[in-house]
Each structure stands twice: as C-alpha cells, then as structure tokens.
C-alpha cells in the first residue's frame, strides 16, 4: 500500500510539474505575440512579371481602388491552384464585362511553398496584369492565418474576400455573402450616398447545412474530434458563429482594417480570433449558407488538432489577461 502511495505522489508530482511547464509556455508564447497587432515588416512588393519591376503594395488605410479583392492563401498548391484560379478569373473577368463599375484584384499569398506554387502564381498575373492579379511571396511558412493577414492588409478592395485555394468554395458564392453586407450597410448607413467600404461588416461562408450529412458519411473519431472542436470553440469565442472554420469569408474594408491589423493567431485556429475580434469591435456577423465540396489534398489532419488547441489557449490567456490588447 506505501508503494501504491508513494507511485501516486511521483504521478501527481509529476503532472503538477507538467502543468505548471505547459503554463509557463503559454504565457511566454501569449506574451510574445503581444505586440504582433505592429506592422514593422519591411514594406512589401509586388514583382511585375512582364517587366521585372518591382511594384509597392497599397495599404488597408489607404483609400480603395478597387471594388472587390479576392485573397488566396496557398502553400504547395500547385495542382490544385491553376484550376481554382482559372474557374475565378473566368467569373470576375465575365462579370466586369457586364458592368463596367465592377473591378477586382486576386492577391495571391505564397506562404513559402516549395513546389511550383510561386511560378503559377507568376504565370497568372503575366497573363491577366499585376493590376489584376498579384503575388505576394512570404518567403518561409508561416501559416494561413499569417499569408491572409498580409494579403488583406496590402489588398485594395472595398470589399475583401478571403477564399481558399483549392476551390472547395464555388466563387460565385460569393454574391451571396455581399449582398448580405450590402444589406447591412445601406441600413446601417445615414445617408443615400454612402460607401459600403465605410461600414463594418463581415459575412461567413457556411457548411454548417452540410454538417448532418457530412455526420453520416465522416468516421467516427473525426466526427468526436470535430464536436470536442466546436466545444472549444464555444469557451474561447462564445457563440453566435457555427461554422468558423470555413475558408469563404468577406469583409467590408474598414472591418479589415480594424481585424487584421490586431490579429495574432497565425495558423488554423486565426478564424476564430476573427470571430473573437468582431464582437470586440461590435462588428455585425452575418452567417450564410454556401456550396462546399471537399477536395483531394487537405492540409488538415489529426496532428492539425494539437496546434489548434495551442492557439486557442495562447488567445485566451492574450486576452482574457488583457496581455493583448485591441487597437483601434
């Protein structure tokens, strides 16, 4: 019985050591990212392929040129990109030709891919402009949230899409989600003439609808860790949201600005700093429904699970502690 007692004590001692290192690490990491709201990156560029030039990307806080940018995060997307790419371009390019107040902009974020990602990138805007299509290069991997932060702070959109690169998302999905926003914003607005930029608004592709059957058809253990997910979820961001981890999400340009310029998370779990960050800023959240098909190739597996839960334990102790502060 003493032995029993004293293999306890070593147990108990043990995870108490555990405890209090994984703690320690997460206020260390929380407190390192505590000014990571602070754009001091070097001012970043654009390469113009035809010319070999290089051309200084626009800021948030500088007045759109635009009236749409579509932002697509891709990191060894080389089979999957053209496709996508090609099936957007094709959408945007007929709808400015039917009306000539339409214009648009594809960023396009390399996050340090090793395969042939930056050359496809390349290839598309020779072929359709670096006023239409741009590359940004981040020269190493950082993660999702990461490549889109950077692409929606150099973005010249009124509105600004982010979208994934595999084309999971039908594009022309998205006119649902801006004329949710548009909605909202002429609401919203004082006046007959308003700009829809001007109002904050952020509206969330959602497969929540497909979850029933996405239940029935997914093996057990994804189904038990997508629920224990969700729950996490709930803790950290409270409710409101009920798929945040759909990778089809607009925003208008001054909702932009006051997220991406204080989100911290740099990898999967960042949807869900943005859902944190709008209530924050009293930004209105619209959910809607959108096409969504899955696609050979996902990024996303159980070791994913681990990583998640790191972040979302970094944003609760960065702000509930207030460590991370909102900078408006």
């Known amino acids: ?3 029993l007692w004293s293999l306890m004590e070593v147990l108990i001692y043990l995870f108490l050591v555990a405890a209090c290192g994984l703690l320690s690490a997460i206020i260390f990491e929380a407190n390192r990212r505590r000014l990571n709201y602070s754009y001091v990156e070097a001012p970043a560029v654009f390469e113009d392929p035809n010319t070999s030039t290089q051309v200084s990307c626009p800021s948030i806080f500088d007045p759109a040129e635009k009236y749409i ?11 999957r990109l053209p496709g996508a790419l090609q099936e957007t371009i094709d959408y945007l390019q007929e709808r400015a030709a039917k009306d000539k107040s339409f214009s648009y902009e594809v960023v396009i974020v390399d996050d340090g891919s090793i395969d042939g990602t930056k050359g496809v990138g390349r290839e598309f805007s020779k072929k359709f402009s670096v006023d239409n299509v741009r590359v940004i290069l981040l020269g190493r991997n950082h993660g999702k949230g990461e490549a889109i932060r950077k692409g929606m702070l150099h973005s010249r959109g009124e509105l600004l899409l982010m979208l994934d690169a595999d084309g999971a998302t039908k594009v022309n999905d998205l006119e649902k989600l801006e004329n949710q926003i548009h909605a909202f914003a002429k609401k919203e607005s004082s006046g007959s003439s308003f700009r829809v930029s001007d109002i904050p608004v952020a509206a969330f592709g959602s497969r929540a609808h497909l979850e029933e059957k996405a239940l029935a058809t997914r093996k057990m253990y994804r189904n038990f860790l997508m629920k224990g997910f969700h ?10 949201i009920r798929d945040t981890q759909c990778g089809f999400k607009m925003f208008t340009r001054s909702a932009a600005r006051k997220l991406f310029t204080n989100i911290r998370l740099k990898r999967w779990c960042f949807d869900v700093e943005i859902v944190y960050l709008c209530k924050r800023f009293h930004i209105p959240m619209v959910e809607i429904s959108v096409n969504w098909s899955e696609i050979p190739g996902s990024k996303v597996n159980p070791l994913s699970i681990p990583n998640m839960l790191w972040e979302l334990a970094l944003m609760s102790m960065g702000y509930r502690t207030g460590m991370w502060r909102v900078h408006t």
């Open 69 to 79: 940018s579509l932002v697509i995060p891709a990191y060894n997307e080389e089979q």
């Open 1 to 3: 019985m003493a032995s």
């Open 231 to 240: 729950l996490v979820v709930l803790l950290t961001a409270g409710p409101g």
